[in-house]
């Protein structure tokens, strides 16, 4: 993706109506990479130009108890900080309840042969996507 698309932009933050922040988990937590990134949003920040985005995360780790849940929660402080109204992905799918993905964000387990996501955990992903998208629409009709 990232050949494709190129890395995130502060104007693509900027005119996304919805961000979903996807990372590796790191120990329980956030990639170092995209802490960074985060924490350059300061300045968009203090222009208030983050604030009312809809919000969401996703993740990935090696093993079954690897943080996945931990890593999509820790994500959810530096939005409530910028202002974004955060859209977990709940219980709103059958595949969260059947323990696919959690109930804050997609999640998927590589194992130690970055195994890709299964089918389950790619229509957790999409439904995630389906939601906050539907969030980002109502959020930026009411401005």
Do not use: C
């Amino acid at each position: 993706m990232l050949a494709e698309y190129g890395a995130p932009t502060h104007a693509d933050v900027e005119w996304a109506d919805g961000i979903i922040f996807g990372t590796p988990t790191r120990f329980g937590n956030t990639s170092a990479e995209l802490k960074a990134f985060i924490d350059s949003l300061g300045g968009l920040w203090f222009q208030g130009k983050l604030k009312g985005k809809a919000g969401s995360a996703f993740t990935s780790t090696a093993g079954p108890h690897g943080g996945n849940e931990t890593t999509v929660v820790s994500l959810f402080i530096p939005m409530a900080h910028l202002g974004f109204i955060i859209v977990p992905t709940g219980y709103t799918h059958e595949k969260i309840v059947q323990g696919h993905g959690t109930p804050y964000g997609a999640s998927s387990v590589s194992g130690q042969n970055s195994s890709p996501p299964t089918t389950h955990d790619l229509e957790v992903a999409k439904h995630q996507g389906a939601r906050v998208t539907q969030v980002a629409a109502a959020l930026k009709a009411e401005r």
